[in-house]
Structures are given as structure tokens and as C-alpha cells.
């Protein structure tokens, strides 16, 4: 049976490993907007990472690679932190969505993600994103 680096690589040094795979793909390209804007509302100041797109964007496809099926309100609480209020004690805030949606819609003109059609419990809603065949061979191929 052929090892899965997905999840015999630790989650950081894989996401680092697919963050460079991202490099390489047309269709993800960083916004000219994301120097200027905080990832949400309990982070205090912009984001100073230069790789900060596309290692978020490997974050995202690997959360989907784990959890099947995956929405972006999922996806806003899982990568929301702590507001500090000053004196008043810290409360969470989810992340915001504007990136995480960009991402998407990257990933799924990549032919990665696809929206899902049906899930059995879900009525009348978008289920979320799931990844294609396509998606799931690129991951696989990191290394």
C-alpha cells in the first residue's frame, strides 16, 4: 500500500510542501488587496507574510482533504482567533470570509474543488466544497 503524505507528514512541513505545489498553479494568484487587509477581526494588524496566500490556500485544501466536505462558515471559525479587549477579557471572533471565499473560487477553477451536491441531513443549502478526483491526485502528489 503506498504511503499518503497528507497524513504521514506533520500538517506544518506538508503545508509548507503543497504551499510551494500552489506556486506553480495559474489559476491561484495572490491579490493585490491582501497586503492591505487584516485576516479578521481579532487580528490587530495586516498580514506581513508574503507566502501568507498560498500557505492559507494548502491549509484550506488540506482541511477539505481531512473533513471530506467543507463550507466556508467552517472554515471562518476554524481559522478565527482570540480579540483582545483591552481590559475586558478576550472573546473569539471568527476569521474573515472574503479570503477564504477568494480561495474557493481559486481552487475550484483549478478544477481542485467542486460544490457539493447533496449530503444526506442538509436541505436546500450549499453543503460546502469537496474535492475532485484531480484535487485529490495533486495532493497526493506532494512530496
Known amino acids: 500500500m503506498e504511503k499518503n503524505p497528507v497524513y504521514e ?9 503543497l ?12 491579490p493585490g488587496w491582501v497586503e492591505f487587509v487584516k485576516s479578521g477581526p481579532g487580528k490587530s494588524r495586516p498580514i506581513d507574510d508574503q507566502d501568507f496566500w498560498y500557505k492559507r ?12 466536505i467543507v463550507g466556508v462558515s467552517r472554515l ?8 483582545k479587549r483591552g481590559v475586558r477579557p478576550e472573546e473569539f471572533r471568527k476569521a474573515g470570509g472574503k479570503i ?11 478544477g481542485f474543488t467542486e460544490i457539493a451536491k447533496t449530503v444526506k ?23
Open 121 to 143: 441531513g442538509v436541505k436546500g443549502k450549499k453543503p460546502g466544497r469537496q474535492l475532485t478526483d484531480k484535487g485529490k491526485r495533486f495532493l497526493e502528489e506532494v512530496k
Open 57 to 68: 490556500a494548502a491549509s484550506i485544501l488540506r482541511q477539505i482533504y481531512k473533513k471530506k
Open 100 to 110: 477564504i471565499r477568494v480561495i474557493l473560487q481559486q481552487s475550484d477553477k483549478a
Open 9 to 17: 507528514l506533520g500538517s506544518g512541513e506538508y503545508n509548507l510542501k
Open 76 to 83: 471562518r471559525t476554524r481559522y478565527g482567533s482570540k480579540k
Open 19 to 30: 504551499a510551494e505545489a500552489l506556486k506553480n498553479v495559474p489559476e491561484f494568484k495572490k
